[in-house]
Structure formats: structure tokens, C-alpha cells
């Protein structure tokens, strides 16, 4: 069993910053990727940014440049530092783990950024 908690949505203005953290707990061992996906209202949920358990990232190309997802292996965490936010980035946001084919995820953050 994998157990995702995130923290730090909120609300913030266009051009803003926020940090977005991941805790992951349960049998997380041999993982495969921890990521971060999205949903805006009224559409389907979305790629934001993933690493691997070797480190490599990827981005969605609507966040490249802006977003940059960290590990801490030590702490079990995978964190999301989003800069030059965009009224577009609203959406709930979740952790993501992928792990022996399967998926894993959070509850959910709501992220709103007003213009």
C-alpha cells in the first residue's frame, strides 16, 4: 500500500511563485517514477512534470522553464516549485507514483492563479 499526501495550493497572482510538496509513506521501495499531474475545470487530467527513480525529469512543454520537480530520497518527498504562474495553471493538482505498473495518487491540491 502507497499513501500520497500533498500540501501547498492555494491562491496566488499571475507571475506568482508556489511549492508544492509530495510525502510519499507505504511500500514505495523499487519505484519506478514520482510525479505531478493537474486538472483543470472541466478537463482531463494532465501531465506537469515526473522523475524517475534515476533522476531524469520531464516536463510538459506548458511548463518548461517555469516548474521544477525534486526528489529527496531521504524524506520520501517529491516537491514542485512553480515561478511565473499563469492564470492557465489553475487546477487541482496531485501526486503521482508509479510503482511495479502500478499507479498511485494523492488527494489532491487546488492551485488557483488569478490574473
Known amino acids: 500500500q502507497v499513501q500520497l499526501v500533498e500540501s501547498g495550493g492555494g491562491l496566488v497572482q499571475a507571475g506568482g511563485s508556489l511549492r508544492l510538496s509530495c510525502v510519499a509513506s507505504?511500500?514505495?521501495?523499487?519505484?519506478?517514477?514520482m510525479g505531478w499531474y493537474r486538472q483543470p475545470p472541466g478537463k482531463q487530467r494532465e501531465l506537469v512534470a515526473t522523475?524517475?527513480?534515476?533522476?531524469?525529469?520531464n516536463y510538459a512543454d506548458s511548463v518548461k522553464g517555469r516548474f521544477t520537480i525534486a526528489r529527496d530520497n531521504a524524506k520520501n518527498t517529491v516537491d514542485l516549485q512553480m515561478n511565473s504562474l499563469k492564470p492557465e495553471d489553475t487546477a487541482v493538482y496531485y501526486c503521482?507514483?508509479?510503482?511495479?505498473?502500478?499507479?498511485?495518487w494523492g488527494q489532491g491540491t487546488q492551485v488557483t492563479v488569478s490574473s
Open positions: 522523475i524517475t527513480s534515476g533522476g531524469s525529469t
Open positions: 507505504g511500500s514505495i521501495f523499487s519505484f519506478n517514477s
Open positions: 503521482n507514483l508509479v510503482r511495479v505498473g502500478r499507479w498511485y
